[in-house]
């Protein structure tokens, strides 16, 4: 890609996200967004059709970012409940920046950024579980979805009821819960090394 057209790109973005910061994301005009990136309202059109064409660059530069920060896990991580979680890399990112994220969250495109993200811990646990012979008996659509849908739900209400807990605390209670619910109901729950006496207190 022409460098140009990068920058401008990445300027449109950046302006974009900004404003999502201060109002919601139906309100932002064309022009608000031009004018924050200092460029020229044909510049944006050049580029994009119209700002949900936008919005999508922005959702799509985040997932991959997300993507990078998550990396991958095993099945040991996993189930010992005294590692850090998988998730911890996900709240952590998350927390950089949450009043972004909230309104990410909260607002009209909340159902898609929660879906994308929803569906990349479900692939990774139906990788991790699948490739155990431990687990060849198991309901691995089951427990990748019931993990996924719980650290997603926990995620959403961290992010929009501007609670005090930190990231390493929610992750960590979210991940226990997810996996020795799961174990649980499936009765497997001697598969999980609980957390030693007081590991799950907040800091």
Partial sequence: MDRRIERTKHSLQASLL????????????????????????VSFYRHYAAKNELLFDCLATIYEQILAAMGTY???????????????????FLETDRELYRRLALGSVGALVQQ???AYIVDENLRIFGQSPRFA????????????SC???????????????????????????????????????????LPAAGALAPA
């Fill in 74 to 92: 095993d099945l040991e991580s996993v189930l010992d409940l005294n590692r850090k979680p998988p998730c911890l890399p996900l709240f952590a």
């Fill in 151 to 193: 650290e997603i739900g926990n995620l959403v209400w961290w992010l929009t009821d501007d609670n005090p807990y930190p990231a390493e605390y929610i992750a960590r209670m979210s991940h226990a819960m997810s996996v020795t619910g799961a174990m649980l109901m499936i009765g497997r729950l001697d598969e999980v090394i």
């Fill in 18 to 41: 900004s404003l999502i910061r201060e109002m919601p994301y139906e309100d932002i005009e064309i022009q608000a967004i031009t004018d924050r990136a200092n460029t020229a309202r």
């Fill in 116 to 118: 994308r993200v929803r």
């Fill in 137 to 148: 008996d198991a309901p691995i659509g089951l427990i990748a979805n019931h993990i996924a």
